[in-house]
């Protein structure tokens, strides 16, 4: 019996089961004139097909830098990255040649930031935008390019888009301009887009229906994606697998449910219970303690120690590693990491 051998897609591209991407003890610093500041430290985090994962910490933890690396749009000098792979598909981009990092980072990882309106060109129509963005990358004539606007513009439902693709950026409300940055990001077919704080500068209902669009599209075409955020509420529905980022590192990582459910990490816990909740109304939120770290002078240990309800001595002399979480029997759990000593007593305690 003979097997026929698929040329066309395979061929073109070599079979890879792994993860799409796959960043590996990544660190990044600037050297600033008081000094080094240490924003990235050891991150560890992957993504493939068709999987959603959100990087979720406080302002200043280290999420933008990360995926700024990973796009090659960091400005070295000041940035430089003294550390870590960045692995597409299994091979590091910090080890490529230009060209060919560029193909990457061009068209397989596309990136959404937070201001459309700072990223979109005031003066050229979006449909003249978003044509060009296909027209970079194929032989495609005006006319295509603008019937592809139109196509587009549509796939993310923008009502109307066939009136609409003559019409400027400031013409259209902040959700459908947030709607135009993910049809530029589509545009190039690619196969991971990230996505840091979409809907940060969007009101509530639009922010879950941005959200939705985007969790939808990501579905339909199979795409890996990672959500940036330091709102869990906005990715809690969304997204797979959670990173909870502090002071650089990922201090957190579990599949979303039971990241939720049961926290393994004392900053992980402060974080869920200062959410607002409508089922505690009335009570007093919770606010984690302190400010996170200056990055020129990390504490030593944990860099969350000064503010953990938790802390003991090993917490002020060890930097913990990100430990394998397991039930009480022993036996694993998927995905579930902790980088507290005390992740055992902070998963069935309370909340100190
Ligand atoms: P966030 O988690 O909010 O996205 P960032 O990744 O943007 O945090 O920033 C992490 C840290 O890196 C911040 O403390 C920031 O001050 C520092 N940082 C970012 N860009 C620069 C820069 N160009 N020069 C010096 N420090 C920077
Ligand atoms: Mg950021």
Redesign the pocket.
Known sequence: MTTAVDTTKSARQAPYDGPLLDVRDLHVE?V?REGV?R?VNGVNYSVSAGETLAVL?E????????AQAIMGIL?MP??RIPKGEIRYRGQDMLAMGKEERRKIRGQKIAMIFQDALSSLNPVLTVGFQLGEMFRAHTDASRKEAKAKAVELMDRVRIPAAKDRVGDYPHQFSGGMRQRIMIAMALALEPDLIIADEPTTALDVTVQAQVMDLLAELQAEYHMGLILITHDLGVVADVADKIAV?YAGRIVETAPVHELYASPAHPYTRGLLDSIPRLDQKGQELYAIKGLPPN?LRIPPGCAFNPRCPRAQDICRGEVPELFQVTEDDGTEQPGRGSACFFWKETLHGSRS
Request: charged residues 10%.
């Open positions: 600037f600033t500041a924003a910490g302002s200043g933890s280290g999420k933008s830098v990360t400005d000041p940035a980022m990055l």
